[in-house]
C-alpha cells in the first residue's frame, strides 16, 4: 500500500502562530493532486492529529496542486507538554498515511 | 508613483548576501525593512525580553544595514526588535544602533516604537469589553494579566507610520506584524492597499518567496494597481508558483491575512511573470474592518531540570514506556513522601527519544530502536526545587530495574553531573484582539540623535 510520502512531491508542517499549525501537502502534478485529494479524508487527516473534524480547516488549491489543512496546535506551542517547538515534525504522520 | 522596499532577509540574524544587498542598493529603495523576531522559537524569548539571536551577529548585519541606509539616505526599519519585540528588546536594538552610529561616524536620528503594555491598562480595556479572544485562546481575567511576564500588541502600518513621521533614520519597533513595517510607507504614499498588503507578506521572509530561499534579499515595488517582487541574488528566481506559493508559509489561511484595521483578501490575485525572475502581482484586495490589534502575552511557568539517560540493554530497550511509567510513578511518590510536595507542585515527565519523542501519543510507527535516549523534564516552583528534584531522581535514573527480583542495571548518563538546570519557563498566555479608538493610544514613540554629537531629544 503507498503511503502519501510516494505520491506527492513533500508534505510540510509549521506553526502558524503559537496557537494553530498549518500543513502543506504539495503534489507537484495535476496528476497527483486529483489523485491526492479525494483519497485524503478529513475524519482520517482530524483523528492522525487528535483533534476534532469540526476544527480542521482544508484548503484544496488547485492552482499550485497543493492540499493545505489548518488546525489548533495539540498542545499550545512551547507550553510544558509542548514536544515540537516548531510543529514541523508533525507532517511526518501525513506523509506516513496508507493512502 | 511607485515605492520600493528591499528586504534583506526574513530576520536579522539569520543572514544575507552582501553581493545581494550591494545589487540592491545599486538599484536603489525607498527604505529598507527587516524583521527581528517573531514568536516561532517558543515563549522564552516574550518571558525574558531577550534576543535569541546572537548580539555580535545582529551588530555585524544592522552595520552592513546603516552603511546602505546612508548610501540611499532612506529609513531603515526594524520591526518585532530583539525577537519578541518587549521594550527591553527594542532598548537591546538601540544600543547596538547607538554603538554602530558612533563606530561609523552617522549622526542618525532613530525613532523608536513601543509595543509593551501594561497589566492594568489591558486589563482596564478587558473589563470595557474592549478584548476579545481568537480560537483557541486561553481564559483571561485582571489576574492572569498582571502574572503575564511581558504583554506586547502587534504595531500594524498606522504606528509604523507615526514613526517614520518624526522624519526617522532608522527606526526600531517593538511587536509588530511581519509586513506592517514593508506596507507603511506605500501605504502612506498611496499605492493600492491590496498590493501593499500582498507584497509585504511575500516579501516579509526575504528570499523564501524565490527559488534561493538562502539568498536573503528581495526587492519589492508597489504602485497604484499591483506590486513587483524581485531577488537580487543573480542566482535566483521569483516565478508566479514561488510567489504564490508563500501564501502558504505559516499562514492558517492561505487567503485572507488579518491586519489592525483590516484583512487582506487574495482570493481574486493573479500572478504573471514579467521575465524569467521576476513576478507581477495584481487583484489583491483590502477589505477594511474594525480597528484593533492582535495581543501576544508570555507568562511564567515554572523552572525546569532535566537529566538524560541511555538506555542500551535489549531488554530495556524493548521495555522502555513500561519502564519510564514506573520510573515516573516510584518518583512521584518519593517526591511527595520525602520533599513533602504536593502532586499539583511539581511535575516530572519522560519523553523516550528513538520511541516517540517528538509525536508522543500522536506516533503511528512502532520499531525497535538500538537504543533509547530517557529524557526526564521536571517542573517546579522554584529551580531550587526542581534541581533538588532532579537530585532526588538520579539514582533512580541510573539504576530502576524493570522488576524487583534482577540486578540493577547502570544506564549510560552522558556527562556529568547528570542534571542540568534549564532555568525559567514561560508559556504564551494570550491570543486576543484589543480594540483601539485610535492607532496610537496603546503605542509610543521616542524620538533620539545618535552619533559622533550624540544628544536625546
Known sequence: MPVLRDIVRKVTAKNAGPFQVTIDVFCGTPEAFGRVVPALRNDAVAALFGVEPGVLRRFDIADLHVVKFSMPRPVVQGSRGDRDMHGAQLATLLEELVI | MTTTILVPSGVLGLGFSQAALDRGVAQGCDAIAIDGGSTDSGPHSLGTGLSKY?????????RALMLAR?????????????????????????????????ELGQQVRVT??????????????????????????????AERLRAMAHIVALAGAEQVQAALETG?????????????????????????????????????????????????????????????????????ACTPHTVSAHMLYENSDPFRLFEPGGHLDVTRARYHALDARRVR?????????????????????????????????????????????????????????????APADFSIEIRLIGVNAALGALETRASQPAEVGALCLITAQTQDLADEIGRLANPYMLHMP????????????????????????????????????????????????????????
Open chain 2, 70 to 102: 546612508a548610501r540611499l539616505g532612506v529609513p531603515l526599519i526594524i520591526g518585532t526588535a530583539g525577537t519578541s519585540g518587549t521594550d527591553s528588546a527594542v532598548d537591546w536594538m538601540y544600543d547596538i544602533t547607538a554603538e554602530l552610529a558612533a
Open chain 2, 402 to 457: 524493570l522488576t524487583e527480583d534482577e540486578p540493577l542495571p547502570t544506564f549510560a548518563f552522558p556527562y556529568s553531573p547528570a542534571q542540568t538546570s534549564r532555568g525559567a519557563v514561560f508559556e504564551f498566555a494570550l491570543n486576543h484582539v484589543m480594540a483601539l479608538d485610535s492607532p496610537m493610544e496603546a503605542f509610543r514613540v521616542q524620538i533620539s540623535e545618535v552619533g559622533p554629537d550624540a544628544r536625546v531629544a
Open chain 2, 168 to 236: 526617522a533614520d532608522i527606526i526600531i519597533a517593538g511587536r509588530t506584524t511581519d509586513t506592517a513595517i514593508i506596507a507603511a510607507l506605500p501605504l502612506a504614499r498611496g499605492e493600492h492597499p491590496g498590493a501593499c498588503w500582498h507584497g509585504a507578506k511575500i516579501a516579509e521572509c526575504g528570499a523564501l518567496c524565490s527559488t534561493h530561499p538562502g539568498s536573503g534579499v528581495i526587492r519589492v515595488t508597489f504602485d497604484q494597481t499591483g506590486f513587483e517582487v524581485e531577488p537580487m541574488a543573480p542566482e535566483a
Open chain 2, 281 to 341: 502581482v495584481e487583484g489583491s484586495e483590502w477589505v477594511p474592518g474594525p480597528y484593533s490589534v492582535k495581543l501576544e502575552g508570555a507568562r511564567l511557568a515554572g523552572y525546569q531540570t532535566m537529566l538524560l539517560a541511555i538506555l542500551r540493554e535489549a531488554r530495556y530497550v524493548a521495555n522502555a514506556q513500561s519502564w519510564a511509567d514506573k520510573l515516573v510513578a516510584t518518583l512521584g511518590e518519593r517526591v511527595s513522601g520525602q520533599l513533602g510536595l
Open chain 2, 54 to 62: 546572537s548580539r555580535a551577529v545582529c551588530k555585524a548585519e544592522w
Open chain 2, 112 to 141: 523608536r516604537l513601543y509595543s509593551g503594555q501594561s497589566a492594568e491598562a489591558v486589563a482596564d480595556r478587558l473589563a470595557a469589553g474592549r478584548v476579545s479572544p481568537l480560537s483557541p485562546a486561553p481564559e483571561i481575567d
